[in-house]
Every structure is written in C-alpha cells, then in structure tokens.
T-cell receptor, first 111, second 116 residues
Framework: SQQGEEDPQALSIQEGENATMNCSYKTSINNLQWYRQNSGRGLVHLILIRSNEREKHSGRLRVTLDTSKKSSSLLITASRAADTASYFCAPSSGGSYIPTFGRGTSLIVHP | GAGVSQSPRYKVAKRGQDVALRCDPISGHVSLFWYQQALGQGPEFLTYFQNEAQLDKSGLPSDRFFAERPEGSVSTLKIQRTQQEDSAVYLC??????????????FGNGTRLTVT
C-alpha cells in the first residue's frame, strides 16, 4: 500500500463557501477513499472512487480522480460549520490493502 | 452494537506500567486494523488481522507492543513498560472483506493513552 499526501495542510473558510482539498499519490491505484475525522473521534468513510472513474458525487461532496497526474480532489460545496474536521485520503494499490494516511487537511468552517 | 467499540476511552498509565486496549469490531468483519495517532498527525498503521491471523505487524514500533485476536473477533493491543512517547490515541478499525480496498474501514472512537 502507499500513503496519500493531502494538501493544503489547513484550510479556513466561511460558511457557505466551497472547500477544495487535494491528494497526491505515487504509484498506480485500484481505488482511492476519502475519510473525515471530527475532533476526538475516529475516521468516517466518505466516498470511494475507482481507478476507472473520473468523478463521483455524494450529497455536497464531489470527488475527482486524475490518474495521469496521480491526484484526487475532494470538493465540499456550500460548507457548513459541521464540516469542520480533518480530511484524509487513502489510495489503494496492489493486492493486500492496508490503508495508510497522511497528515490530512484540517478544515475550519466559520459560522 | 452497531459500530466498532473501543475501551477504555481514556487511560492514564505511569511510565513502566503495562496497558491493554480492547477493540470490539463490527460482527462479521474479517479485517481488523490498529493505528496510532499522535496529536496533529494522521493515523499511523500498527498491525492488521484477517480473522485470527496477524498478517502484518510491520508498524509496531517496538517489541513492547503486542496485538492479538485469538477468536477472530475481539482484539487486544498490549503495551508493556509504557514510555512517554507511547502517549497517543490508539484507533481500531474493521472492514467486511480484505484486499484491494474495496471495503471501507469502520473506525472506533479510539483510546487516548497518556503516560505520565
């Protein structure tokens, strides 16, 4: 397995604005997952995008995948204060999958 | 229960004490993972089980760390002779199947270990 690297490390926006965070990885993947972690809690799975998909939506979340650039982005539209959390990506490659995480993007949404 | 349960939620240990952290995965989940998360960092992989078999323990930082899952369900992470650098949140996660990341991980809320 490989580790994704999230960018930016920190993002501060106003409620109602969109938030975009990026993930880069190094080798070919089977799929890539995004997770959210609220303070003091475990990670929560948000969305999985497969290597043959370019875009996926779930509610206010939009994930894109560019395998040629080895990168993915997570867009949160019309952000809310409750979206304040850290966001992590976990790329999957090879046979035995052990999710590994970077430092994440810390998102603060001001009401 | 409906989710992954970890106990205790908080643990304070004096340096040199042994601790045992418990994880109850979602019933029927084959894979179980332990992670260590320091403040402000992402979760760092410790070890992985598929049923009762410990398939990967490459992330365990020293031989003071030991994990088991004897019946393929509940898992225990034991840390012997705790040191201050062991202070962290220990997260457990389970997933339905193993292999190629097709199955999302379900995390517990972690055990916060403080070594004084």
């Amino acid at each position: 397995s490989q580790q994704g690297e999230e960018d930016p490390q920190a993002l501060s926006i106003q409620e109602g604005e969109n938030a975009t965070m990026n993930c880069s990885y190094k080798t070919s993947i089977n799929n890539l997952q995004w997770y959210r972690q609220n303070s003091g809690r475990g990670l929560v799975h948000l969305i999985l995008i497969r290597s043959n998909e370019r875009e996926k939506h779930s509610g206010r979340l939009r994930v894109t995948l560019d395998t040629s650039k080895k990168s993915s982005s997570l867009l949160i539209t019309a952000s809310r204060a409750a979206d304040t959390a850290s966001y992590f990506c976990a790329p999957s490659s090879g046979g035995s999958y052990i999710p590994t995480f970077g430092r994440g993007t810390s998102l603060i949404v001001h009401p | 229960g409906a989710g992954v349960s970890q106990s205790p939620r908080y643990k304070v240990a004096k340096r040199g004490q042994d601790v045992a952290l418990r994880c109850d995965p979602i019933s029927g989940h084959v894979s179980l993972f332990w992670y260590q998360q320091a403040l402000g960092q992402g979760p760092e992989f410790l070890t992985y089980f598929q049923n009762e078999a410990q398939l990967d323990k490459s992330g365990l930082p020293s031989d003071r760390f030991f994990a088991e899952r004897p019946e393929g369900s509940v898992s225990t992470l034991k840390i012997q002779r705790t040191q201050q650098e062991d202070s962290a949140v220990y997260l457990c996660a389970s997933s339905l199947v193993s292999g190629q990341g097709q199955s999302p991980l379900h995390f517990g809320n972690g055990t916060r270990l403080t070594v004084t």
